[in-house]
């Protein structure tokens, strides 16, 4: 006799994950579930993004959520050519901009505050290795470790801009250059500069006199 139905060792096929930009496309059509898989897949990484650059806990909150308010009021206005992370990252940084010209505070950066995994090293590590500044004494790697992240809130905003979200948020040139409104020839430079400027001020290289974009 045939056996019928499925064997133990036969496992379930899940349902494929609706990708983020067919989200916002059920949300454009008046799916209000979609809206709440948008929010939960994001909104940790927009609310370290945004906290990164506001000091005040209530502030950052309010604009967490006041961007997304603005993806569900937008989505119908959603480019489906482009990437929906940048979207909603480039929304993020003109509400950041929106408060800082509100409220005249100068921009800031709690580099401590996870983002992406739960302590951040990992991205941290990699760009100080890949710019061959990490020094090899232990002691004082922790001390250049301090020294880096009170310059980097140094650094002019829009370079600062472009090295938290490469190295913190780990998002490609190419995704910068949409969410800065700018060429990738921009961004590449403005990090360039950046690291370059880093390495002057912690001593690495010799100053050029050259602070870039």
Not at 3 to 32: C, F, H, I, N, Y
Not at 73 to 89: E, M
Not at 147 to 169: A, E, F, G, M, W
């Amino acid at each position: 006799m045939a056996k019928t139905g499925t064997t133990s060792g036969e496992k379930r096929k899940q349902p494929r994950r609706p990708t983020d930009e067919e989200l916002v496309g059920q949300l454009a059509a008046g799916d209000r579930s979609a809206f709440d898989q948008v929010f939960e897949r994001y909104h940790r990484q927009i609310y370290n993004f945004i906290s990164k650059q506001v000091g005040e806990r209530e502030s950052v909150e309010d604009l967490a959520q006041e961007v997304f308010m603005r993806v569900f009021k937008s989505a119908k206005n959603f480019d489906v050519t482009k990437k929906f992370s940048s979207w909603v990252y480039k929304i993020a940084l003109n509400e950041v901009k929106r408060y800082w010209k509100r409220t005249g505070a100068r921009q800031t950066y709690s580099l401590n505050a996870p983002v992406g995994d739960d302590s951040g090293e990992a991205e941290r590590a990699d760009f100080l290795k890949d710019q061959r500044i990490v020094p090899a004494d232990a002691t004082e790697s922790d001390i250049f470790s301090r020294n880096l992240r009170t310059l980097i809130d140094q650094l002019p905003d829009k370079q600062r801009t472009v090295v938290l979200l490469k190295v913190y948020h780990e998002l490609t040139f190419e995704e910068i250059s949409e969410i800065c409104d700018c060429p990738l020839s921009t961004v590449l430079s403005r990090m360039r500069y950046a690291v370059n400027k880093l390495r002057r001020w912690l001593g690495v290289e010799e100053d050029e006199g050259n602070d870039g974009l």
